[in-house]
């Protein structure tokens, strides 16, 4: 079983590396996104320049948090909303529960949010009596399968249809059906969702934007179920976090031209919705009340630190989708609510490294991260950054640690280190398997269970060839 | 290309369908056709924006209002569409109940040629001159979808399986 702990990253991904389901999900998941995203792009003129607008646009705003902050409280106050601001994720459980119980709300629907991931509200809610219904279909799936999210914008991707159809047989008491198909798998969700949509108390959404020049919140969807959830129910509360700011619709659409694309490899999603207030006196649908909640949850420190670059995610997905690590293991192995490259870098920062410094180390540092991210954040050196506040704090292990120690003796000692290499190129010879291009190295059966190491060719080693040269010279 | 043929074929890629009319009671016949061939019962929900302008349709029941879930085929007004993304943008109000947007299986969408932009930019662009925003501006880029089961899209998620756009003028 896999746990729900950063700490089991490494047992949890030998799990799921012999998970054959799984990684047949993943395999699949994998291919479809790289190749949606590519067409996408391939389809702009210049998407470098897309992505400077967006992140110019997020710089701008992350430069004025407080002060954007305030101004999206004044305009969404004048159009009759609300603003809560959380400090911690007990605090946003806590004003939604309260909003929930003074209006007697029973039933709750919910849209995609990855903020609400984060505190867990569902759990909250769930342990007041409230019966809360995930809508995105992806969410849906999982919330009957009781699993975390396993991806960010996909959180069904490790599923099969046959497990989402033997799931929606267990819980939908709807007799013998045929649920071989895809389609039939979706329209039997809508069925069953509609209800929940129509009968609704209480709709809580995220946010994709938060904008301060006229204080209205974007969602961005495919399925159409986040402004279901809007706009039904009589209170609309918004689970947003402080980076969603931006100071006008210029910027959002800058904002909105890369995350489609990076996401899903579409140049707009189905829906794109700017939600500003609750229903107007002559309007004749929407809700009675709209409430944003904003979350800090520690990130007015993380603006403050070498990490704020972190704080310019936009949720697109990207990274984790071109990930050799996540790719391989999968969203659940790393035992956090936010995965991959983006969850490495953002566990250790929200949790604490005591909980998340196993997770910076979930990485070969290839860059493709860093390539594919739309809004320029460099996830390998902060990565880098955290292995090292790892090491300062001493929370690698004790052999790791003297490994480090003895290389860096070894490295400051030029003679000692050719002698070493030099004996290396020597005892490898040794250690060649019969095909002569793998090594292997007596007590390393963690690494060669899963990889190869590759032996080096015989001719001489670089420096000895470079000293020879050197020595010809007239 | 022209702007409004770049709109109807990034709507049409979207999955919309797109239908090229001179005025409001050329859509009329079509209609009709449509709920034939889809043995659907003859009525349409109008948002009272397009209530207002209506023909007379003598063949086809119609309401007006919001929507409770109960009405198949709804029809509401667009304030502009975006060339670039095939998306059509439609603003919330007395005259334009938001829930025909999303409730319906079959969501039909009038607009005029004039109201379609190049780009997202015009639009941000004009909705700042407006002042303080509807309450709702919506963003529709082809019919309700997802791709949570296997990468694979299907259509008709949660809102309406089916978008029609009349491109009028």
């Avoid at chain 1, 959404?205 to 961005?220: D, E, K, P, R």
């Avoid at chain 1, 159409?224 to 910027?251: C, F, Q, R, W, Y």
């Avoid at chain 1, 190491?453 to 020595?471: G, I, S």
Wanted: aromatic share 6%.
């Amino acid at each position: 079983m896999i746990q729900r702990d950063a700490r089991q990253f490494i047992p949890n991904s030998e799990q799921a590396l012999q998970d054959t389901t799984l990684q047949t999900a993943l395999a699949r998941a994998k291919s479809g996104f790289l190749g949606k995203r590519r067409k996408a792009i391939a389809l702009v003129d210049d998407f470098e320049f897309l992505k400077q607008q967006a992140q110019a646009a997020k710089q701008r705003a992350l430069d004025n948090i407080p002060a954007l902050l305030d101004q999206f409280e004044h305009n969404l106050n004048a159009a009759g909303g609300q603003l809560h601001r959380a400090a911690t994720p007990d605090d946003l459980n806590r004003i939604v529960l309260d909003i929930c119980q003074r209006r007697q709300a029973k039933i709750i629907t919910k849209g995609k949010s990855m903020v609400s991931e984060e505190t867990h509200l569902n759990t909250a809610l769930e342990q007041a009596g409230l019966d809360v219904v995930e809508t995105d279909l992806g969410e849906y799936i999982i919330q009957l399968a009781k699993e975390p999210p396993s991806h960010i914008i996909a959180p069904a991707v490790h599923k099969t249809r046959q497990a989402v159809a033997e799931l929606f047989r267990h819980h939908h008491a709807l007799g013998e059906r045929d649920l071989n198909e895809i389609s039939n798998l979706v329209e039997e969700a809508r069925q069953m969702l509609r209800q929940r949509f129509l009968a609704a108390d209480v709709g809580i959404t995220g946010a994709n934007l938060l904008v301060a020049s006229t204080g209205s919140i974007a969602i961005v969807t495919n399925e159409g179920n986040g402004d279901l959830t809007a706009t039904l129910p009589p209170v609309h509360i918004v689970t947003a976090s402080l980076e969603k700011l931006v100071e006008n619709l210029e910027d959002a659409g800058a904002i909105l031209e890369v995350l489609g694309r990076s996401a899903t490899g579409q140049a707009m999603s189905a829906y794109t919705t700017f939600f500003t207030g609750p229903k107007r006196p002559s309007e004749l649908d929407g809700p009675e009340e709209m409430h944003v909640i904003v979350l800090d949850n520690g990130r007015s420190d993380i603006l403050q630190s070498e990490f704020a670059a972190m704080l310019r995610c936009i949720r697109c997905g990207a990274c984790l989708n071109h990930c050799p690590v996540y790719s391989n293991v999968g969203g659940h192995a790393y035992g956090s609510v936010y995965p991959g490259p983006m969850g490495s870098v953002l566990t250790p920062l929200l949790e604490g490294l005591n909980q998340g410094h196993v997770l910076p180390n979930a990485s070969t540092f290839c860059g493709r991260c860093a390539e594919v991210c739309p809004m320029g954040i460099p996830l390998p050196d902060l990565l880098r950054k955290l292995r090292e506040q790892e090491h300062r704090q001493q929370l690698d292990s004790t052999g790791w640690r003297m490994v480090l120690r003895f290389y860096s003796w070894l490295a400051t000692r030029p003679r000692w280190f050719h002698l070493a290499m030099r004996a290396i190129t020597f005892t490898q010879r040794l250690l060649r398997d019969a095909s002569g291009t793998r090594l292997r190295v007596p007590f390393s059966n963690g690494w060669n269970r899963q990889r190869e190491l590759p032996a080096a060719p015989d001719a001489t080693p670089f420096l000895q060839q470079w000293q020879k040269q050197q020595e010809r010279k007239p | 290309m022209n702007t409004v043929e770049r709109f109807i074929e990034t709507l049409t890629a979207n999955a919309a369908h797109v239908s090229c009319i001179r005025q409001l009671d050329e859509a009329i016949p079509l209609i009709e056709r449509f709920m034939q061939e889809k043995a659907l019962p003859p009525r349409l929900h109008l948002s009272p924006a397009l209530q207002r302008e209506w023909p007379v349709s003598n063949g086809i029941t119609l309401s007006h209002g919001t929507t409770d879930g109960t009405h198949k085929l709804c029809a509401s007004r667009a304030w502009a569409g975006i060339a670039d993304t095939g998306t059509l943008v439609l603003l919330s109000g007395p005259d334009n109940p938001t829930r025909l947007n999303f409730l319906p299986d079959y969501h039909l969408v009038f607009l005029r040629k004039d109201q379609i932009v190049a780009d997202k930019k015009a639009i941000w662009q004009k909705l700042e001159q407006q002042g303080a925003l509807p309450r709702a501006v919506n963003f529709i880029s082809g019919p309700s979808r997802t791709a949570d089961i296997e990468q694979t899209i299907a259509l008709g998620a949660h809102g309406p399986r089916f978008l029609w756009v009349f491109v009028e003028g």
